[in-house]
């Protein structure tokens, strides 16, 4: 059970790197989606004992709502919107994976110091959850185009749920769902959000918003 949680923390790990490091819109989505499917094995292999049937739905309901739902619809929203593939980020990919791995080397150290009693004994999940939260705050920071500052929200959620299964173990079935509405609610009011912004001014580009003041 350890050795499967380490290997999925350490592909969360992976995706962050790769989400610093990606240069097309496309690839960043694809890898959101997969932080979904790697935390719906997460809900099923974090809790102690057995895995139940509550854990089994939660992990599905995590799997087609992060893993499916969540980067159709920013697909969606990218071809209505005729975004480029090409990122245009504030900082540069080579800037933001060396700025990565300092974030990781910061979770890292964070997470030996931190002394949380959930059900896991993996060491790696608090690591892998503060360093998915550092790069969903990154991301939302350094990149200009709205889009890619929608999925930094979304890689900044997964990682609270991650840090919340080290936290607290099974989280309430109704709070996942309460989590999971709240933050399908945003990302549909963001893609209209982003529809409107590319229609009225051609583009999605956050920073030329500056010129609007007087």
Not at 179 to 208: C, G, K, P, W
């Given at each position: 059970m350890e050795n499967g949680i380490d290997r999925l923390m350490l592909l969360l790990i992976l995706t962050d790197v790769s989400l610093l490091a990606a240069s097309r819109i496309k690839t960043a989505i694809r890898l959101a989606a997969l932080q979904g499917v790697l935390l719906g094995l997460l809900a099923v292999l974090a809790p102690s004992g057995p895995s139940s049937g509550r854990a089994l739905f939660l992990a599905a309901a995590g799997f087609g709502i992060r893993g499916l739902l969540f980067p159709w619809l920013m697909l969606k929203a990218k071809r209505r919107a005729g975004v480029r593939e090409e990122l245009d980020p504030i900082v540069g990919q080579a800037a933001s994976v060396l700025l990565g791995i300092a974030m990781l080397g910061g979770a890292m150290s964070l997470g030996l110091r931190l002394s949380l009693r959930g059900p896991s004994?993996?060491?790696?999940?608090?690591?892998?959850?503060?360093?998915?939260?550092?790069?969903?705050?990154?991301?939302?920071?350094?990149?200009r185009k709205a889009l890619t500052q929608c999925l930094g929200y979304l890689v900044l959620e997964n990682g609270i749920y991650a840090f919340g299964v080290a936290a607290v173990g099974e989280v309430?079935?109704?709070?996942?769902?309460?989590?999971?509405?709240?933050?399908?609610?945003?990302?549909?009011?963001?893609?209209?959000?982003?529809?409107?912004?590319?229609?009225?001014?051609?583009?999605?580009?956050?920073?030329?918003l500056t010129s609007l003041r007087g």
């Open positions: 004994a993996s060491g790696l999940i608090v690591p892998a959850a503060l360093f998915t939260i550092f790069s969903g705050i990154f991301l939302v920071v350094a990149r309430p079935a109704l709070v996942e769902l309460g989590v999971l509405l709240d933050l399908f609610v945003a990302i549909l009011v963001m893609s209209i959000a982003m529809y409107r912004l590319t229609t009225a001014f051609d583009h999605m580009d956050t920073d030329q």
